[in-house]
């Protein structure tokens, strides 16, 4: 197991903490989850020092893969991801301002005639649904 714990702020050691590897993460130039990636990593300044040494993966499954099999000593990944899998440990967050609101939207068609959709919406957003997304790591507002 690792004993890599980071402090992530304005110009934290990541590349430091990196040793010779690299850093796992998601595409920073295609996929979401690599674009707040590097989003966070400029607008803590760390990014100039570790865009060189970026394991660019497909999605962020990959990305997740890659440190688990130790084939990178760190990684970029939703903290959903890393909770659900026991192979890795979160060794620390960004700061929530340190990039865009990762929101999943949730809507019913204006037309719709399925009263069982609008429903399972209010579910969503009811105190028990948002309990649920919190179970697993997710935030709700």
């Known amino acids: 197991a690792s004993t890599v714990r980071l402090t992530v702020a304005p110009r934290f050691p990541l590349a430091r903490a990196l040793g010779q590897g690299r850093l796992a993460m998601a595409d920073p130039d295609a996929v979401p989850a690599g674009k707040y990636g590097k989003q966070a990593l400029t607008r803590l300044g760390v990014w100039p020092s570790v865009q060189d040494r970026v394991a660019r993966a ?30 890795v ?53």
């Open 58 to 87: 497909e999605n962020v499954r990959a990305a997740l893969a890659l440190v688990g099999r130790g084939e990178a000593p760190l990684g970029i990944v939703y903290t959903t991801d890393a909770l659900a899998d026991r192979s």
């Open 89 to 141: 440990k979160v060794v620390g967050r960004f700061p929530a301002n340190s990039h865009a609101l990762i929101a999943y939207p949730v809507a019913t068609l204006a037309k719709s005639t399925n009263p069982e959709g609008e429903a399972f919406r209010r579910y969503l957003l009811s105190g028990e649904g948002k309990a649920v997304f919190r179970r697993f790591g997710f935030g709700s507002r």
